[in-house]
């Protein structure tokens, strides 16, 4: 499914939250997801680093205004859904959230109900800072990194859900469309607040389109495509018919191999195609999505500035059509340096200036 970029080949950054607490004491603590004040402060403090850093790019903000940004949306943390459905969360100074992964039966989660979001601390603390900044500004912005199906099915069972894709299959199903069901409902719950449920996913649809829903695929490498098209793929065509304009994150390094169930997705408009992956033949495979190339975070804090040319050069060559491609970097850690990050701003503004 096709959908027109709002920018030409845009270009999104995130750093780790060791980057931020290196570099600016920044604190990663429960009250910086669920403080009003801490939220605004934060995110203004943010957004100031970023332009000291790229604002040459146009990156960041000069002179920042508060927001009332209620979800993080410089950081890549998914945790919401799995304290929702009972697992604790583990907070740092220098680290996104933490899931404390519990160890259910099959049989304990088909019998478990859906939970409802005002028996959870997390989403209660949720709801009030909407309200409380709400109230202060009149509006709130961002929502919550919201996962997936089988990252939610891991944080609740640990491996044994791959020997359930065996031993067990119809239950399998029945979890998944359970896990369905409240996706749905907590996604419809804050895009009425916010009109987004996926900018704190990945921010990068901002620049394509902001309502789009980002279902996070980061586990599905682990399984093969068969299983995928088996036990997840009917799960994700109705999620994608339900929650519209639809995406898929895949952060492994190899959507390749994914591709072909993904082509069946119809209403998918946009990919986060993660690096390593084959690029052309991801493109074979889904002609029209538009597609969020993603460099890698680990080789960008060793490589040289070359490199990082060389293989993001390499990625806008292979992936198709520029015009319906964007580029991302995620989770760099303290210790990257500014010109490698430079770099990536400079070869998409050459290609923005002279074409492919």
């Known amino acids: 499914m096709r959908i027109e970029s709002k920018t030409f080949l845009p270009v ?35 957004r100031r680093t970023l332009w000291e850093h790229f604002g040459q790019f146009g990156y960041g903000e000069e002179h920042p205004e508060p927001e009332p940004i209620i979800g993080p949306v410089h950081l890549a943390a998914g945790f919401m859904m799995s304290s929702l459905w009972g697992c604790s969360i583990i907070y ?47 509006y709130v912005y961002g929502d919550i990194g919201w996962g997936n199906l089988q990252n939610l099915a891991l944080d609740l069972m640990g491996h044994s859900l791959f020997l359930a894709y065996y031993d067990n299959p119809e239950n399998i199903h029945r979890i998944y469309d359970k896990f369905n069901q409240s996706v749905i409902e907590m996604m419809n719950l804050i895009r009425a607040e916010t009109g987004t449920t996926s900018i704190s996913v990945n921010r990068s649809i901002i620049n394509v389109e902001p309502t789009i829903n980002l279902q996070s695929n980061c586990s599905v490498q682990m399984i093969s495509n068969d299983m995928y098209e088996e ?35 119809k209403e998918a408009c946009f990919f986060d195609v993660g690096w390593g992956a084959d690029i052309a033949r991801c493109r074979e495979k889904i002609p029209d999505a538009f597609f969020n190339v993603r460099l890698s975070p680990v080789k960008i804090q060793t490589c040289t500035p070359n490199e990082v040319e060389h293989d993001l050069i390499n990625l806008l060559e292979n992936a198709g059509d520029l015009s319906q491609v964007g580029i991302c970097c995620i989770n760099m850690d303290w210790g990257t340096p500014d010109e490698n990050v430079a770099k990536i701003f400079e070869v998409a503004e050459r290609y923005r200036k002279y074409g492919a």
């Not at 931020?20 to 403080?35: C, S, V």
């Not at 036990?231 to 072909?260: R, T, V, W």
């Open 12 to 46: 999104e950054i995130v750093f780790h939250p060791n980057w931020w607490h290196n570099m600016t004491g920044m604190r990663f603590d429960r009250n910086h997801f669920f403080d009003p004040d801490r939220r605004v402060d934060d995110e203004k403090l943010m």
């Open 231 to 265: 036990f997840l793929l009917p799960h994700e065509i109705n999620l994608s018919k339900k929650l519209q304009p639809y995406g898929i994150h895949h952060c492994g390094d190899n959507m390749h191999m994914l591709a072909e169930g993904y082509s069946k997705v």
């Open 92 to 138: 740092s100074d220098n680290n996104s959230p933490v899931v404390e992964p519990k160890t259910m039966t099959v049989e304990e989660l088909v019998a478990l109900k859906i939970p409802d979001p005002s028996n959870n601390r997390d989403f209660r603390d949720f709801f009030l800072l909407i309200k409380k900044l709400r109230d202060r500004f009149g």
